[in-house]
T-cell receptor, first 113, second 114 residues
Framework: SQQGEEDPQALSIQEGENATMNCSYK?????LQWYRQNSGRGLVHLIL?????REKHSGRLRVTLDTSKKSSSLLITASRAADTASYFC?????????????FGQGTILTVHP | NAGVMQNPRHLVRRRGQEARLRCSPM?????VYWYRQLPEEGLKFMVY????????ESGMPKERFSAEFPKEGPSILRIQQVVRGDSAAYFC????????????FGSGTRLTVV
């Protein structure tokens, strides 16, 4: 079964609003990554946060990680219509499991102009 | 740098035929990974390869599926005697090394078995 569980499954907001997506996982990890997938396309890597980090920023993206709760959140500030996509969290256990990402089911984000 | 190239983008096969999916990693990347995305499901790891070596194939179905990454040329994911349940999007990713490093994905091959 998928380790990562995301909520909400779908999120609909207006342009300019913030979007928050959450991800929970079950086993210990080395890092957690967020990816974006536009309809019918491949995945684009957004940001990686290591297990010893609590928060990371990249442009309009802010990721938090709480290893005690085994959860992460992705915040997209000042959203744009172009942010409309599916967003996936993926965990990587490290060691011999590097390269073996475990993906969540994803959150479908729709940003209305 | 053209990124990770996958071809074909779309592939239609009749039940019982063979499907061959190709993946050329980014220049300088020697690690290749294959994932499968079934309808209404997230992506699932299939196999991790380096040049001429299979590192981890724990996600590969035991029968009909095989993968290779030869010294020269692209990585190939081969599905023999396809069945309707093999219909999915197959994604390839690559990286220059292992570690805390994001992966670059291709646009995928959408396999439809009729």
């Amino acid at each position: 079964s998928q380790q990562g569980e995301e909520d909400p499954q779908a999120l609909s907001i207006q342009e300019g609003e913030n979007a928050t997506m959450n991800c929970s996982y079950k086993t210990s990890i080395n890092n957690l990554q967020w990816y974006r997938q536009n309809s019918g396309r491949g995945l684009v890597h957004l940001i990686l946060i290591r297990s010893n980090e609590r928060e990371k920023h990249s442009g309009r993206l802010r990721v938090t990680l709480d290893t005690s709760k085994k959860s992460s959140s992705l915040l997209i500030t000042a959203s744009r219509a172009a942010d409309t996509a599916s967003y996936f969290c993926a965990t990587e256990a490290g060691g011999t499991s590097y390269g073996k990402l475990t993906f969540g089911q994803g959150t479908i984000l729709t940003v209305h102009p | 740098n053209a990124g990770v190239m996958q071809n074909p983008r779309h592939l239609v096969r009749r039940r019982g035929q063979e499907a061959r999916l190709r993946c050329s990693p980014m220049k300088g990347h020697s690690h290749v990974y294959w994932y499968r995305q079934l309808p209404e499901e997230g992506l699932k790891f299939m196999v991790y390869l380096q040049k001429e070596n299979i590192i981890d194939e724990s996600g590969m179905p035991k029968e009909r599926f095989s993968a290779e990454f030869p010294k020269e040329g692209p990585s190939i994911l081969r599905i023999q005697q396809v069945v309707r349940g093999d219909s999915a999007a197959y994604f390839c990713a690559s990286s220059p090394r292992t570690g805390d490093y994001g992966y670059t994905f291709g646009s995928g091959t959408r396999l439809t078995v009729v």
